[in-house]
């Protein structure tokens, strides 16, 4: 039980985490302007959120940590103006809360005690739950706010024999209802309840990638970094500032929460416990600040606190926190910033191949561009040029001016290129918005010039052996500079993407934090020791080589003692084994108790 208890709370703290960052959505999107003191900045969200509260849930989500997580997700909401919605479904819809403007906590306190009174039913039904919810949007939905589905399931349908409904119609109603919500841009995040085992993830995840949002699951709480890490890069521009976990004593125990620059509207503080706990602040110039108080929220379950700090001052916050003796507390840090990314407009005319387009970038502030360097000191930027005829792309470092981004790109080809460029620091990232290129206008060569008659040759004995024997030079000539030149190629083949490692100790069944390990900096081939920064402990894994291959894939070679495992089989890769995007591996190391995990992200 107590077991059970802990791996609940750590699925708890992840969702935490998801909801906090769902909940700035909207002011990203939308680029909303700093909030006034004393006032929470709108994240402009207008939410379904769908649970299967069939029986079968009853294992799968034995605890309803599913209820709990849509309780957190409305806490984590504006204080204002966001708007509420639920669905509750078996083979129909159980019941149901329209749109609800949030205006006061009542408000709040209401849509939770709405998921409080939800019972279970018999039967299962997704395309039920999900046409509703496209239905509410489309009738209640504010235009100039961020729709968006959660549907909470264990992806399985369970249809009553005697009502005639079949398979081929629940698919038929779900595609439309999918179909109108593509239409509608309402993204679909799916997440999986799975404490049986009996998760169906397939249909989970091609609802939320035809709607171009993300799916996970919560098979097993260790799964769940790697995969927040991927809802919070692709969709929200932010990462998760990891704060270490502590052991409660009984006593205060200080962290520091670093504010980096002025343009963070809100810095948000999960604090995840089994028992209550006591928490103090203290801002950069030393002061004691208030919990709550104006410019400091706060909120509180037996399980977990959530202080957001608005507009907090730049430097280091002290955050004290008194837990009970023994008790794990976990505490997560995610910004929000009112940053945008601007490409300068690329100079007009025409390109052909062998060009070389000047690109600069700099950060925006509310349409205005900013120029502090504090800003700048932290980041690094590249240029992303997509090649639109052959899908490859290239990333090109850009240089740091202290106030803008700039660099240089050197048309290849007489083809057409998407470039947009990427910065980052450790808190967020930012991409600037598309433009295209076309080289393609100037490939046409130029006009053939009239040949001028050439002098009659002396006529010379044996002309053909003279054609002969150059023709053989030329082609051995040829074949020679291919093959260097294929070598030099091979050897300097760049990379792209990355990987994402996860290394787990096998006697504390403990695993590490997702090291996010990009790939461009590599050429021709790298092994996964030089990824794990040489440690002695994973000498073995010197003989585990990467080399790039085609579409954007790489190549896995090993030829350690270490088996390679995918989809939970052992396979072959002493001659290679082609790893696209998402793919992903294990290695059970057999000179020490660690495993290694391994995802391909491009």
């Not at 504010?142 to 005639?164: Q, R, T, W, Y």
């Not at 009996?198 to 990638?209: F, H, I, R, S, V």
């Not at 082609?475 to 093959?483: D, G, I, K, N, S």
Request: proline share 5%; glycine share 6%; hydrophobic share 40%.
């Amino acid at each position: 039980m107590q077991k059970r208890n802990k791996q609940s709370l750590r699925i708890l703290t992840a969702f935490m985490v998801f909801w906090l960052l769902v909940s700035t959505l909207g002011s990203e999107i939308y680029g909303a302007a700093p909030a006034a003191q004393g006032s929470q900045p709108g994240s402009r969200i207008d939410a379904v959120l769908v649970i299967d509260v069939s029986n079968s849930m009853k294992t799968s989500d034995s605890n309803k940590v599913g209820n709990e997580a849509m309780k957190m997700f409305i806490d984590m909401l504006s204080a204002q103006g966001d708007k509420v919605g639920i669905i509750a479904y078996t083979d129909k819809v159980q019941r149901e809360k329209a749109l609800l403007e949030i205006k006061t906590p009542e408000d709040k306190q209401d849509l939770k005690d709405f998921i409080d009174g939800l019972d279970r039913g018999p039967y299962t039904d997704i395309a039920v739950g999900i046409k509703e919810a496209v239905k509410v949007l489309q009738k209640g939905s504010d235009p100039n706010h961020e729709p968006m589905i959660v549907l909470l399931a264990d992806g399985n349908n369970d249809f009553n024999k005697s009502s005639g409904r079949t398979q081929s119609a629940s698919d038929q109603e779900l595609n439309q209802a999918v179909e109108e919500a593509k239409a509608a841009g309402i993204p679909i995040y799916t997440i999986g309840l799975n404490a049986d085992g009996k998760l169906n993830k397939a249909p989970l995840e091609d609802l939320a990638n035809q709607t171009a949002a993300k799916s996970f699951s919560t098979s097993t709480a260790d799964d769940l970094p790697r995969i927040l890490s991927e809802i919070f890069a692709s969709h929200l521009k932010l990462k998760i500032v990891p704060i270490q976990s502590m052991t409660g004593t009984g006593s205060f125990q200080e962290v520091t929460v670093n504010v980096p620059n002025a343009n963070v509207l809100e810095a948000n503080i999960s604090i995840m416990s089994a028992q209550p706990v006591e928490t103090e602040l203290v801002n950069p110039a030393g002061d004691k600040i208030a919990v709550p108080s104006d410019d400091v929220l706060l909120s509180k379950s037996k399980s977990y606190s959530l202080i957001k700090l608005l507009s907090p001052a730049e430097g280091d916050w002290k955050l004290r926190v008194k837990g009970a003796s023994k008790d794990k507390i976990d505490i997560n840090l995610v910004f929000n910033y009112d940053l945008e990314l601007e490409m300068e407009p690329i100079a007009a005319g025409s390109h052909k191949p062998g060009d070389k387009v000047q690109i600069g970038a700099y950060l925006t502030s509310n349409g205005q561009k900013l120029q502090t360097a504090e800003l700048y000191k932290n980041m690094n930027a590249v240029l992303l040029a997509k090649d639109l005829d052959s899908g490859k792309t290239e990333e090109i470092k850009l240089n740091n001016t202290g106030d803008k981004f700039e660099g240089t790109f050197e048309i290849p080809e007489a083809h057409e290129y998407e470039l947009k460029v990427r910065a980052e620091e450790r808190s967020f990232y930012r991409e600037s918005e598309p433009v295209t290129i076309s080289a393609k206008a100037a490939s046409g060569g130029a006009a053939a010039k009239p040949a001028t008659p050439a002098a009659p040759e002396e006529e010379k004995p044996f002309p053909w052996l003279t054609v002969v024997i150059s023709a053989i030079a030329a082609a051995v000539l040829a074949a020679a500079a291919y093959f260097i030149t294929a070598a030099v190629k091979k050897a300097n083949r760049g990379f792209v993407g990355q990987i994402v490692i996860e290394i787990r100790d096998e006697n504390t069944h403990e695993k590490s934090f997702p090291q996010y390990k990009k790939l461009t900096a590599f050429k021709g081939k790298f092994n996964l020791h030089q990824l794990l920064q040489l440690a002695p402990e994973l000498k073995e894994t010197e003989k585990v080589v990467f080399t790039p291959a085609k579409g954007d894939r790489i190549t896995l070679r090993n030829g350690s003692a270490a088996p390679v495992e995918k989809s939970g089989r052992v396979v072959d890769a002493s001659a290679g084994l082609e790893l696209k995007s998402g793919d992903r591996i294990t290695l059970p190391l057999q000179h020490i108790d660690k495993t290694i995990f391994i995802e391909y992200l491009v």
